[in-house]
């Protein structure tokens, strides 16, 4: 349904990807890339973990935004750079063990991207589920400027 | 206008935080604990940021998250916890340098506590603005379980 | 995967829904009730737009609210009531025509009800995405009070 | 601090205003415009609440959503019109009474502007908070295409 106009792209995010040092920080990895929709996972370690010992939501926003800006800047042509505009997270249940964010695009745009991401964990429950805005700047690179 | 619950809410926000070790891993201190307001910094680091070089929009979220849900949590009775159900954050402008997360609470409540964060560089910048709401857990500890 | 606990919550639902004044001020109407789902239409009227004469975005909200509020409300015992605590919606395209809403449950709770909504226009096009929190009130009636 | 930049952003809000069906369905009045500042009223009537007799959740979505909106058309050119991205709202308690949403500009911005809403009720009660994200359309003019 969302064909990427650039053929390139999952070249494109993969090279994006390792420069999110904040990533490497935490240990997450890109482990799909896919028109539209992006995995990100992230093995359980206890220096991610808040007061009671569970992953911190901050820790599930970081995965969930950026598996939803991935699967949006999969359909982007190459070039162009794209920055969240917003996003809402509803925590679903305490994050323990290892997680998985899903990545789609609801609604592809020009200017205008809406995304969603599932978090679940290892032991298949549902962490997490957010809806992102994000916002192409034609012309601008993917690169510190 | 916010009147504290519990008069040692101040020590117990400070041990709680001390035990949030994603915080310390970002290098975010807990600056300021008021009855219903909370300041976290976090000087500016390089593994911190996202592809472009700016600090990771999950990492805002972070702060502002903590921010809020210690604003909550200081006006909430002792032996009780508190959990993030959800939170939306805009992103206003990309993030460089140290910045600071101002919680505060919007409308506490027995169950339920609305709260909202600002979070700010030290150019004076507003960088992002974030909407939560958090639910107590009467009698449930804040500590590991 | 989700068993309603009242095996008369379809009637429940619509005379709840009968007492909804707002929902016959608009013109909305409950058309599918299940456990866990719910739809509501709205016929097209001019006195439901905007300034450009597309139906105006809070009541795109009216709607998917609604069938958030009763797809959680179908999994609710007898004899409580719900509370929608926040929402969000992203407004996807420029609304016209005749709408549906379609809520389902993302997350049942006893305190925390989870819900998401998305409405479509009798031409296919995907008009809004919601993601809302719902509380129950045990023991307080759907009725005035 | 927020310049508008058409001189004659008051008229052109009040002329919107008129053509917005769905706020004279509900009989939402536009009671003050200012730079980057709207407040709307909505007297209290009985076929605009829910099932329990509180005004429903989705009109108060409508007057903060039109007070968010019209804060931020205050400060754009003439000659280009505005779009709801998206919002998210948080009811603080129930509403009876009378309400008044004020909008305001949170970050002004050529493409995306972030504005805010605060409800209350004519008893003082805080009954709602409004973060929302809006789009100019540069060239588009704010009437029926």
């Known amino acids: 349904m969302n064909a990427p106009a650039d053929p390139h792209f999952a070249a494109r995010i993969r090279e994006s990807y390792a420069r ?3 990533m490497a920080l935490i240990g ?4 799909l890339v ?3 929709r992006v995995e990100i996972e992230l093995p359980f370690r206890d220096d991610l973990t808040q007061q009671k010992g569970f992953v911190h939501g901050g820790i599930l926003g970081m995965i969930a935004d950026t598996a939803c800006g991935y699967a949006a800047f999969s359909l982007m042509p190459a070039g162009c750079s794209l920055v969240t505009v917003e996003y809402k997270i509803n925590i679903l249940s305490p994050a ?3 997680l998985v964010a899903r990545g789609e695009v609801v609604k592809p745009g020009r200017t205008l991207t809406i995304a969603r991401a599932e978090v679940y964990a290892d032991d298949g429950s549902h962490v997490a589920t957010m809806l992102q805005t994000l916002m192409a700047l034609p012309g601008r690179p993917d ?3």
């Open 20 to 22: 999110q040092k904040a």
């Open 28 to 31: 997450a990895r890109l482990t």
């Open 34 to 36: 896919a028109p539209g």
């Open 96 to 98: 323990r063990g290892s």
């Open 143 to 145: 690169t510190p400027e």
